[in-house]
């Protein structure tokens, strides 16, 4: 069973940045893929980036060229950075990771993200 671990979020002005952590444990096989998703409100969850074993990364066309997602894979750990935030940025934004030899999808607990004057 993996855990993942969330961290960081919080509210902001529009402009402004945040940053996100995800750590991952208790996987046996090694973790494939980890992404981040958002859900705002009202609204179904969407994909937001996804960081592949071979450190392949790919984005949203929404977040394109504000957010940054790295892996440190010694750590486990996938982080966010988001810069330039806008108010359609607000969501309850999830972890997500996927082990090796399975497509099961295990989520974090979720981290808020509030962007308004």
């Known amino acids: 069973q993996v855990q993942l671990d969330e961290s960081g979020g919080g509210s902001v002005q529009p402009g402004g940045s945040l940053r996100l952590s995800c750590t991952a444990s208790?996987?046996?096989?090694?973790?494939?893929?980890m992404a981040w998703y958002r859900q705002a409100p009202g609204k179904e969850r969407a994909l937001v980036a996804v960081i592949t074993s071979a450190n392949h990364v790919k984005y949203a066309d929404s977040v394109q060229g504000r957010f940054t997602a790295t892996r440190d894979f010694a750590k486990n750990t996938i982080y966010l950075q988001m810069n330039h935030l806008k108010p359609d940025d607000t969501a309850v934004y999830y972890c997500?990771?996927?082990?090796?030899?399975?497509?099961?999808?295990?989520w974090g607990q979720g981290s808020r993200v509030t962007v308004s004057y």
């Open positions: 208790g996987s046996r096989v090694g973790i494939n893929i």
């Open positions: 997500n990771a996927v082990q090796f030899l399975s497509d099961y999808d295990f």
